[in-house]
Nanobody
């Protein structure tokens, strides 16, 4: 079982910032992992469906959900083997459990094909 370990969640006020990190060395170092495989962040708010946030491959070319309006930045740290999501100007509607995803991740952030999920990290934004 390949593990993805998220960290960095917490509680902030509207307008604040957080950076989430997903430690993915087990996945990246697995000999079966495609070097061009995508990694992504998804989120699920209470009572809502899981939605894609951002996706990248190890070249660093990232794609973002349209609703983010440029507030989030996704990056791959090739030394630490972490997928980092820098979130700025957070709003109450960003409150959700954020999940790191790998294996079966697609550029269009379709969650149906994802095979590896982290346990999630909670983000709470108060108004």
């Amino acid at each position: 079982q390949v593990n993805l370990v998220e960290s960095g969640g917490g509680s902030v006020q509207a307008g604040g910032s957080l950076t989430l990190s997903c430690e993915a060395s087990e996945y990246i170092n697995n000999r079966h992992t495609n070097p061009r495989a995508y990694l992504a962040w998804f989120r699920q708010a209470p009572g809502k469906e899981l939605e894609g946030v951002a996706v990248t491959d190890r070249s660093g070319l990232a794609t973002y959900a349209e609703f983010l309006k440029g507030r989030f930045t996704l990056s791959w740290d090739s030394v630490k083997k972490t997928l980092d999501l820098q979130m700025k100007n957070l709003q109450p509607e960003d409150t959700a459990m954020y999940y790191c995803a790998a294996g079966g991740v697609t550029r269009n952030l379709d969650a149906r094909f994802v095979t590896i999920w982290g346990l999630g990290t909670q983000v709470n934004v108060s108004s």
